[in-house]
């Protein structure tokens, strides 16, 4: 839609489209009079309506027949009643059922005619002339075939049998294969304005109506189904129950929410390989990180988790690791490790680690963004479309006026919302009003607005600035270009004008997981799950040049392992991002992109030499040849790592090359991000069920990742733990156990160094206060400089007692005490005045107890001053190969939590602890220079 246009010019339009349909309808109930005239012979036309009614046959295909018609007659008169309305509107909202053409979709014709088409007759076919076959819908090239009575009685199925598709085995993917009306929820009877609203939130209806309900509602089967429902015995039944209580991501607490018909695309992990038979291991890196904040959302909700919603590569990569930067003028540093393996002894773990460069917010270059919003019935509820508002306007709020900003909505046809705007103050003003006015419903036409939203991106592209489209919806496409295939070119054609793509998943039940992620790996783009506002913050606020800005392309990976020396290796995860070996070196194959200050981690697990390999089956010898001699160079690496990498508006890749060599260090002993990366990656590993690893407890995910802990700005890696101990059969006794027999050595001043302050500078503004009910604003800058922000929503404003803020930035830290009434002095203004005062209490460990105030009326220019601080210390132990510890002031660490940072200032950190004979000290450590 073009705001631009008259409205008349529309309303004229839409009046025109409905006398056409309108006049469609009539012919189909045309056609369908003759149909029925033609099921009784001439000569006993007579006694046709006792006869015909009197037939079985004859009311189950009337039922469907006039069902049919309902539903389309149904859509015309709603579209009309819409039109209107319309009349008596001056400017038009742009409710998606005002741009959407009212058809009944394809793909739910098609679910009605295979409900049909399941009920095999048990009494004679209704017949009509041989010419007349089947009946045609107008306007489609689907045909009803010749309608045929339901049986007397037929095997019930309940709905739930055939809807939950929430995937409880490896390699499962989506139960049904796609997207599919939930029939347990199809809308119940009402007045017409009960219709229209369920036909708006619903679409066509797949279930069979009421009209149908004597004849086949008891026996409403998919074919594909049926056999399904009848093949499993009773033994087999109860394996199969007993096997899903087991099933790993299950909340202890809580039970399986229900049906889902989300749908992934399979996931077939690495085999163990031997370097003497394939020596080169390639693929695309992944930047995205939409599995983890999926499945915490499942972990959340008490779901099982489907194995192939598990890409362990997007669980490790969601955090923040304190790799080193490149030097000079490179895009990115490339590194590997090795240590021992922290869940196999002998085994050891490689670890390939890339950090891009950092670009500061305000060095990035100007952008060119077009969302492209579904606001399709599928998106009503709270955690799709309203959160998708809200995440955008982060997004927005963070923008300038370097930067334009257009908007795209679609569902059953596409419009535009806001041509693309200079975002300067009237421009950020008229982007949040067209933002507001978005509402849901109706069907989801995503093919048609990625077309548009490339079309209108390519024409105010920026030459070396950030050109890209922001997709955010639940992947539901279900009407106009609804496939996989054709969906991914229609995106690969648009990256190819140097348009890059960001995908913003939401919701829950629906959610194409698998459509989402074909299009984004296809379309240089990234891919992010968003499940509340926190992480909104995260993705449009903490990590925005990340997201916007391509430091690198079509980035690829090859390693090359010594068989003199690994005998066996595998990729843990990547499963979808495998390339051939001969891809590395061809710039033609696409792969996946990095952003500013993006992390990405692999792990290979190796079995080294004169280790037995596992247990992977036998082949027997082969009888035509002999095996090759085996020598190898004589060299102390264990495997050589390449990079390739495209600038990205470049066409020619450039090449990293490193070795990895020398003798792997304990696991305990590699640092606190080698430590926690691998814990994440073993949790995934499980989730995915790999036998490999079933053995390992999950609180051994906990104990290899507890130290990593220590650095925990945003409290993220508390957070995985958490996930952890809610998932599968926890059992805290390993991790007490692994803890009792950690050696415990007590540092001195000659095994710290004190080497960084580092501040975060926080306030708490008033915001709004009524009858004793508060709703503050969260400002803040860490000490990287980087703002930062949170709020309460006024809707949900605090009494006295009530923690703050509920998610982002500072979650759950403070608690609101009440309001007094004090003379404060300004100095601005030169005068005293009485003012409220907000009180509140931290709740962090480090400052629990703490009191602070929020002023009311307090100026921009005075909150500086204002202003509270967080201090920490970054220290490092002497002699240990680990990351330095980041440790806030106030808080413990070190073995048992000995050591507490009792005060750091710029050149000096003042350290408390006990020694082993129970004596208290204190270590005064200065600034390393």
Excluded at 82 to 101: C, G, I, N
Aim: aromatic share 6%; hydrophobic share 35%.
């Amino acid at each position: 839609m073009n705001p631009s246009e008259d409205p008349s010019d529309r309303l004229v339009d839409s009046l025109l489209r409905e006398q056409a349909r309108r006049s469609a309808d009539e012919e189909l109930l045309k056609s369908i009079e003759e149909k029925l005239d033609a099921v009784s012979p001439a000569s006993a036309q007579a006694e046709r309506p006792r006869s015909v009614l009197s037939n079985p046959a004859v009311i189950g295909a009337l039922a469907a027949v006039v069902t049919l018609g309902m539903l389309i007659l149904g859509s015309a008169n709603m579209a009309m009643n819409k039109a209107k309305r319309s009349e008596q509107v001056a400017a038009p909202s742009y409710r998606e059922s005002q741009l959407r053409e009212q058809i009944v979709p394809e793909n739910d014709l098609k679910e009605l005619q295979r409900s049909v088409a399941s009920a095999k007759p048990a009494s004679p076919r209704i017949t009509s002339s041989d010419a007349e076959g089947s009946l045609v819908v107008p306007d489609s090239s689907l045909k009803l075939e010749t309608l045929e009575a339901p049986p007397a009685a037929a095997p019930a199925v309940s709905n739930q049998s055939f809807a939950d598709n929430s995937g409880s085995g490896r390699g499962s993917g989506s139960a049904m294969g796609g997207p599919r009306h939930d029939l347990s929820q199809a809308p119940a009877k009402g007045d017409s304005k009960d219709i229209e609203q369920n036909m708006l939130l619903w679409g066509t209806p797949t279930a069979p109506s009421d009209a149908l309900a004597g004849a086949a509602a008891d026996s409403f089967v998919l074919p594909s189904e049926a056999p399904l429902a009848e093949s499993l015995s009773e033994p087999e039944a109860n394996e199969l129950t007993q096997r899903s209580k087991n099933l790993p991501g299950k909340a202890r607490a809580r039970t399986d929410s229900g049906p889902s018909r989300e749908n992934y695309g399979r996931l077939i992990d690495q085999p163990w390989k031997y370097p003497w038979q394939e020596a080169l291991s390639t693929f695309s890196i992944d930047v995205d990180n939409a599995s983890y904040t999926n499945i915490r959302r499942m972990i959340a909700e008490g779901r099982q988790i489907p194995a192939d919603a598990v890409r362990i590569e997007e669980l490790v990569n969601y955090f923040d690791y304190r790799y080193a930067g490149p030097q000079g003028d490179g895009p990115f540093a490339v590194t590997g490790d090795l240590a021992t393996c922290p869940w196999k002894p002998g085994h050891l773990l490689a670890r390939v680690a890339i950090k891009g460069k950092e670009i500061p917010n305000n060095s990035r270059p100007a952008s060119n963004l077009v969302f492209l919003i579904d606001v399709s019935g599928s998106m009503q509820s709270p955690d799709k479309l309203p959160l998708l508002k809200r995440s955008i306007r982060v997004l927005i709020d963070q923008l300038d006026e370097r930067d334009r900003v257009g908007m795209v909505v679609y569902a059953g046809t596409e419009g535009v919302v806001l041509e693309p705007t200079l975002l300067d103050e009237r421009g950020k003003s008229q982007a949040i009003q067209a933002l507001e006015k978005l509402e849901a419903g109706g069907s989801t036409n995503g093919g048609a607005g990625i077309q548009r939203a490339y079309q209108m991106a390519a024409k105010h592209l920026v030459q070396g600035g950030t050109n890209r489209v922001i997709l955010a919806t639940d992947g539901d496409f279900n009407v106009g270009t609804t496939g996989q295939g054709a969906l991914v070119n229609l995106v690969k054609n648009g990256s190819g004008n140097r348009i890059y793509l960001s995908v913003l998943g939401f919701g829950t039940g629906n959610l194409n997981d698998a459509m989402l992620e074909a299009i984004t790996k296809d379309g240089n783009g990234n891919y992010f799950y968003v499940d509340n506002d926190g992480e909104a913050q995260r993705v449009f606020l903490q990590k925005l040049t990340g997201t916007l800005v391509t430091i690198a392309k079509d980035v690829k990976i090859q390693v090359e392992f010594n068989p003199g020396k690994v005998k066996g290796y595998r990729l843990i995860g990547y499963a979808n991002r495998i390339l051939r070996h001969e891809d590395f070196n061809n710039d033609k194959v696409d792969a996946g992109d990095i952003g500013a200050g993006h992390t990405v981690t692999a792990f290979y697990e190796i079995v080294p030499d004169g280790v037995d390999m596992p247990a992977t089956g036998s082949v027997d010898p082969l009888r035509y040849q002999k095996p090759l001699e085996r020598d190898v160079v004589a060299s102390d690496d264990w495997l050589t790592l390449k990079l390739r990498y495209k600038h990205p508006e470049g066409d020619n890749s450039s090449l990293i090359e490193t070795t990895v060599k020398g003798e792997p260090v304990a696991w305990q002993q590699a640092g606190n991000d080698f430590r926690f990366a691998s814990a994440v990656a073993l949790f995934g590993m499980k989730l995915r069920q790999l036998p490999d690893v079933a053995d390992v407890p999950w609180a051994k995910v906990e104990s290899i990742a507890r130290p990593g802990l220590a650095d925990d700005a945003r409290e993220q890696r508390s957070e995985f733990v958490s996930m952890v101990r809610k998932t599968g059969d926890y059992d805290p006794s390993v991790v007490e156990a692994e803890e009792s027999t950690r050696m415990t050595p007590v540092w001195t001043a000659a095994d710290l160094s004190f080497l960084e302050m580092r501040s975060t500078k926080w306030y708490v503004t008033f915001g709004l206060q009524s009858e004793g009910k508060w709703a503050p604003k969260l400002l803040g800058q860490d000490h990287l400089k980087k703002p930062f922000n949170n709020r309460v929503n006024p809707a949900t404003m605090l009494n006295p007692g009530d923690t703050f803020f509920g998610d982002g930035a500072m979650q759950g830290r403070f608690k609101l005490i009440g309001f007094t009434e004090r003379e404060v002095f300004s100095s601005l203004t030169g005068t005293s005045q009485n003012v409220q005062v907000a009180i509140y209490e931290d709740l962090s460990p480090g400052k629990l107890g703490k009191r602070y105030e929020s002023q009311y009326g307090l100026l921009d220019a005075e909150i500086d001053a204002a202003a509270y601080a967080d201090h920490s210390a970054v220290i490092a132990v002497k002699g240990s190969e680990r990351t330095p510890l980041v440790i806030g002031e106030g808080s413990t660490f070190g073995a048992n939590n000995r050591y507490l940072l009792k005060q750091v200032t710029a050149d000096h950190a003042s350290i408390e602890y006990t020694d082993q004979s129970g004596t208290l000290r204190l270590l005064n450590l200065p600034l390393q220079k």
